[in-house]
């Protein structure tokens, strides 16, 4: 890879804008308004104690300097213990707003992309293409870039406008020209609109160059973290001798000594430090130049009669604060730096088309769970591939069979599967539902009929019912036939809280961690707990022990009821318990039958059987 190819897409300010406002409606959309303006007002509820303090004392200098009344220095305390109590239990609030707010907001850009997930048509989701695009977008989130840092520039940029208007407001006399009247010379132009004109020029300009020091000060820093060996790895081969060295030549000591010359005398710690203390220094330097001129211009007009004694803390103040303003403005405006990239990359997969035909037709509702599913001379071709990997399929989905799915790899069950479940459009034939073409159903209604159990089925960090059912809201009943029914009853049972026990210790101290069987069983009781007319189970039995494989076989007929039941299995051994057995190879079925007609043909199946045989060998005989 050249130079150039490497080197960061230069956009017009048009561009950049772009990307910008559509990362603000993003963070908006994904967070929600009330957190990110809870989180706004958190930063604000941290400066307003400063701007009535100001305040506050203001009033009483002025006062003392003045007719300094006992009644009006009383009301003024008084004032100011009841201001600053209001104020704090306002922070208090909000930070239990913000921070109740902040938990729910937890991962909630991933279950955003989930969403999208679930939205765009299946085929993206299978492109490896897409799927590295949306890894990189998963690790931007997870490195705190992308939209992730549009919520703290919502979350920044806003106190930070905020502090500046409220500051200009407190001290907009300051700017406004007053009469010289007796004043001559420097006196009088401390006076004038043009001098007000240059403070006011002065305050931004040292703000604005402040952030931006700060901002080459990170980003000077971000590279050479990018330039930093990996300092563990400097100390890795003093952890390398066996404790029994450490033990005998007392190496304690002499290790951390080593450490420490290694990792702290480090030429990149050095650098570092050198880069935030030049830029810390400047900005200090500025400030305290700002804040000296500015005292003197407040000074001198103070003495001139223009203001009173206590205004002159106001103002200082209120100088101070717009400095701290825009620079914190700017280091919000910081957030939105080097993300253009990331941002491009999320909009793509955002925009990503959903090209599946959804359908109009409401499924038929039948307690009776009389569906047939059809399919007619379908073949399929993945997206991008020239080879089929369904070839002239005509199967038909008996009400209430039992039926396998058996074959080597790649033989084309799971793509059957996943045209069954309308993940894909055949590209050529027709799949067909009570007689109608699926495509013509609505999709969400059409993919409600399937319960599956997927190889990769995920259990989560909720409870064993709540995992069962898919929902907090759950019928305990039907979870606890659903659990009797892959023989998880007494165990669940057995828990701390039954049912309602968490899984993984990951929120609760008291929770359990199931075996792979046990996991395996739960999404089992899943799809079973759905009580949709089909059942399709992917491998159902892989991480269970021969003994509870055969549980579970055994107990298929109270399972499927009147359920239409399909398996894909590697074991044969299921086979025995189906209906009927389609054999798959090469993308096509080429035997159909039971289990004892498929054995007697010496076939396809056959073959199969017998190269598992030596498994079977203590199996009950076949009949």
Same mark, same amino acid.
């Given at each position: ?25 993003? =963070?908006?959309? #994904?967070? @929600? $308004?009330?957190?990110? /303006? +809870? ?5 604000? &509820?941290? *400066?307003? !104690? ?104 919502? =979350?920044?940029? #806003?106190? @930070? $406008?905020?502090?500046? /208007? +409220? ?5 907009? &006399?300051? *700017?406004? !020209? ?109 400030? @305290?130049?700002?804040?000296? /001129? ?330």
């Amino acid at each position: 890879m050249n130079a150039e190819a490497t080197q960061p897409k230069k956009r017009t300010l048009r561009e950049k804008l772009r990307i910008s406002l559509r990362g603000i409606r993003l =963070a908006f959309k #994904i967070y @929600g $308004a009330k957190s990110l /303006l +809870l989180r706004a007002l958190m930063y604000i &509820t941290e *400066f307003l !104690p400063s701007y009535f303090e100001a305040f506050i004392l203001a009033q009483i200098v002025n006062e003392l300097a003045g007719d300094a009344r006992k009644d009006r220095l009383t009301q003024l305390v008084l004032l100011a213990v009841g201001g600053y109590f209001l104020l704090y239990l306002f922070a208090r609030w909000v930070l239990f707003q913000e921070r109740s707010s902040r938990i729910m907001d937890w991962r909630k850009d991933q279950l955003y992309l989930l969403s999208v997930d679930n939205r765009i048509s299946y085929a993206y989701v299978e492109d490896p293409e897409i799927h590295r695009l949306r890894q990189r977008i998963h690790e931007a989130n997870k490195a705190m870039n992308g939209v992730t840092n549009y919520r703290f520039f919502i =979350a920044e940029a #806003i106190p @930070g $406008a905020f502090n500046i /208007l +409220l500051s200009l407001s407190l001290f907009f &006399t300051l *700017f406004r !020209p007053v009469e010289s009247g007796e004043a001559t010379g420097f006196a009088a132009f401390l006076l004038s609109a043009p001098a007000s004109l240059i403070l006011l020029v002065l305050v931004l300009a040292a703000a604005f160059f402040a952030a931006r020091i700060r901002q080459r000060a990170g980003a000077l820093s971000e590279k050479e973290y990018g330039n930093m060996p990996y300092l563990a790895m400097l100390s890795a081969p003093l952890f390398t001798a066996d404790s029994d060295d450490i033990a005998i030549y007392n190496l304690k000591a002499p290790i951390l000594g080593i450490m420490r010359k290694r990792v702290l005398g480090h030429p990149f710690l050095k650098r570092l430090f050198r880069i935030r203390n030049i830029h810390d220094a400047l900005v200090v330097l500025l400030d @305290g130049l700002l804040l000296g /001129l500015a005292l003197y211009f407040v000074a001198s007009r103070t003495v001139l009669g223009v203001y009173a004694v206590g205004t002159f803390l106001l103002y200082r103040n209120a100088l101070t604060q717009l400095f701290s303003g825009v620079v914190f403005l700017f280091g919000a405006i910081g957030f939105t730096r080097g993300q253009d990239e990331f941002m491009e990359e999320l909009y793509r997969y955002l925009d990503l088309p959903d090209t599946m035909y959804k359908g109009t037709l409401a499924v038929e509702k039948r307690e009776d769970n009389r569906f047939e599913i059809e399919f007619q001379n379908v073949s399929f071709r993945y997206p991008g591939s020239e080879t089929y990997a369904l070839r002239n399929v005509n199967l038909k989905f008996a009400i209430g069979e039992r039926l396998a799915l058996v074959g080597l790899n790649g033989s084309g069950k799971t793509t059957l599967i996943k045209l069954l479940c309308r993940l894909y459009d055949p590209t050529e034939g027709k799949i067909l539902l009570n007689g109608i073409d699926i495509s013509r159903y609505r999709y969400d209604e059409y993919i409600a009929l399937f319960s599956v159990v997927f190889q990769d089925f995920k259990i989560f960090a909720f409870s064993v019912a709540e995992n069962v059912a898919c929902t907090p809201d759950f019928d305990r009943e039907r979870v606890d036939t659903a659990l009797e029914e892959v023989g998880m009853k007494e165990h669940v049972a057995s828990l701390p809280h039954g049912m309602d026990t968490a899984v993984t210790k990951e929120y609760e101290d008291d929770g359990v961690n199931l075996s792979g069987g046990e996991g395996q069983k739960i999404a089992i009781a899943r799809a079973l707990y759905k009580n949709a007319p089909f059942l399709i189970l992917d491998e159902p039995t892989a991480a269970l022990d021969p003994m509870a494989e055969a549980e579970i076989y055994s107990d298929l007929n109270s399972m499927a009821k009147n359920r239409t039941t399909v398996f894909i299995s590697h074991r044969l051994s299921s086979c025995r318990f189906c209906d009927e057995i389609a054999v798959f190879r090469e993308g096509r079925i080429v035997e159909r039958g039971d289990h004892g007609t498929l054995l007697s043909e010496n076939g396809a199946y056959a073959e199969l059987w017998n190269a598992q045989a030596k498994y079977y060998v203590d199996s009950p005989s076949e009949t």
